[in-house]
C-alpha cells in the first residue's frame, strides 16, 4: 500500500537530480570547457531558456490533485526519502543563484559583469523562483496523487478480503 508513495518519492528525487545536474551542467561546461569570452552570450542564453522550458514542460503536465497532505503522508511512509528531498531542495536553493554568479565569471572587467548582472539578473531571478515554486508544487501534486493511489488500494484490498 506504500509503493505508490515511494515510487513517487524516488521519481521526485531522480528528476531533482537529473534537472540540476543538467543545469549544473550548462554553467559550468563553458567555463572548463575554456569558452571564449565572445561565445559566453549564447551559453548565457542556454541557462534562461532551460528555465522557460522547465517551467513550461512542467505546466503543461501538471497534475490534478485533491488534496494536501501529500508531504506528510510521505513523511509517515519514508522519513528519510523525504529528508534527502528537502536536502536536495535546499542544495539547489543555494547552488542556483552561485551558478548565476558563475556563468559571469570570464569577465576582466568589473564594469562589463555589473552590466551584464543588471540585464541578466532581472530575468533569471523570476525565471528561477518560478522554476522552484513550480518544482514544489508539482512534486506536492505527485504526492497528493500518490496518496490518492495508496488509499484506493488499501481500500480494494478490504474490499477483497470482505468478498472472502
Not at 530575468?123 to 515554486?133: D, E, F, K, S
Not at 484506493?152 to 472472502?164: F, S
Request: glycine share 8%; with cysteine.
Amino acid at each position: 500500500m506504500r509503493a505508490p508513495i515511494r515510487r513517487a518519492l524516488d521519481a521526485i528525487l531522480l528528476r531533482w537530480l537529473g534537472l540540476y545536474v543538467l543545469a549544473a551542467v550548462i554553467v559550468v561546461c563553458p567555463v572548463l570547457c575554456g569558452v571564449g569570452v565572445g561565445h559566453m552570450p549564447i551559453w548565457r542564453a542556454a541557462l534562461p531558456a532551460f528555465l522557460v522550458g522547465f517551467i513550461g514542460v512542467h505546466l503543461w503536465h501538471r497534475r490534478r490533485a485533491a488534496r494536501s497532505d501529500g508531504w506528510r503522508v510521505a513523511a509517515s511512509v519514508d522519513r528519510g526519502t523525504v529528508a534527502l528531498l528537502a536536502l536536495v531542495g535546499l542544495a539547489a536553493l543555494v547552488l542556483v543563484p552561485i551558478g548565476f554568479v558563475a556563468i559571469f565569471w570570464p569577465y576582466e572587467n568589473p564594469f562589463e559583469v555589473v552590466l551584464v548582472t543588471s540585464m541578466g539578473g532581472p530575468l533569471l531571478v523570476p525565471l528561477w523562483v518560478t522554476a522552484t515554486w513550480i518544482a514544489l508544487d508539482c512534486a506536492t501534486r505527485r504526492l497528493a496523487c500518490s496518496a490518492d493511489e495508496a488509499d484506493q488500494a488499501l481500500r480494494d484490498y478490504w474490499r477483497n478480503v470482505k468478498r472472502g
